[in-house]
């Protein structure tokens, strides 16, 4: 079955370092991964997604996460953190890869990102 | 489009109290979820629906019922509201069977205190 592990449940960064989210998951089938975001008091939004065609995955605000199938890990990248950006990321991968069993998300706890000015 | 809709966003009940939150989505999605979402815990699906007249139970369902008698509406009822249910409750939805991934696209959210 499969399982997402976020490491760290929450990350404090100052403005304009380095953001790095850590995401592990196990899975027997080839896994289609989500990276979401949530602002406070917002609902939850799609940042990314590997669907199996390239490796390294573009998202929005300046975000990207790199698909390791070795060390089974899609962690999330920054180069440079903004204030805007506080907010908690959450993980997650597909129930499965099969047209009708891809039903349900398993989904990480999520990591609480702090920007400190 | 207005994607995701929830009403009400903000209920408080007391014990015992029944209440419907109310799910709308206007993108022919197949796939609806209702999950709650408690610090330190993630979101908990609660119930699921991968199609009209459909449901199935998620990891958190007790407490709880849903219906799904329109493709576009989702409906999560509480019969007897405790405080445990005290959480902020998100509707999802999805393209559906046929497709290879279904990102979801969710709700802004209830957030429902039980006194």
């Known amino acids: 079955a499969q399982s997402v592990t976020q490491l760290g449940s929450h990350v404090s960064v100052s403005e304009g370092a380095l953001v790095l989210l850590r995401c592990n998951y196990s899975s027997s089938v080839p896994p289609y991964l989500f990276w979401y975001v949530q602002y406070p008091n917002q609902g939850l939004q799609l940042l990314l997604k590997?669907?199996?065609?390239a490796t390294l995955v573009k998202g929005i605000n300046g975000f990207e996460a790199e698909f390791k199938k070795s060390e089974t890990s899609f962690h999330l990248t920054k180069p440079s953190a903004h204030m805007s950006d506080a907010a908690e990321y959450f993980c997650a991968v597909s129930d499965g890869i099969d047209a009708g069993n891809n039903r349900k998300l398993i989904w990480g706890l999520g990591t609480s990102l702090a920007v400190n000015p | 489009n207005a994607g995701v809709t929830q009403t009400p966003k903000f209920r408080v009940l007391k014990t015992g109290q029944s209440m419907t939150l109310l799910c709308a989505q206007d993108?022919?999605?197949?796939?609806m979820y209702w999950y709650r979402q408690d610090p330190g815990m993630g979101l908990r699906l609660i119930h699921y629906?991968?199609?009209?007249?459909?449901?199935a139970k998620g990891e958190v369902p007790d407490g709880y019922n849903v219906s799904r008698l329109k493709k576009q509406n989702f409906l999560l009822g509480l019969e007897s509201a405790a405080p445990s249910q005290t959480s902020v409750y998100f509707c999802?939805?999805?393209?559906?069977?046929?497709?290879?991934?279904?990102?979801?696209?969710f709700g802004p959210g209830t957030r429902l205190t039980v006194l």
């Open positions: 629906s991968v199609g009209e007249g459909t449901t």
């Open positions: 999802a939805s999805a393209l559906g069977a046929g497709w290879s991934y279904n990102e979801q696209f």
């Open positions: 993108m022919n999605h197949e796939y």
């Open positions: 590997y669907t199996s065609a």
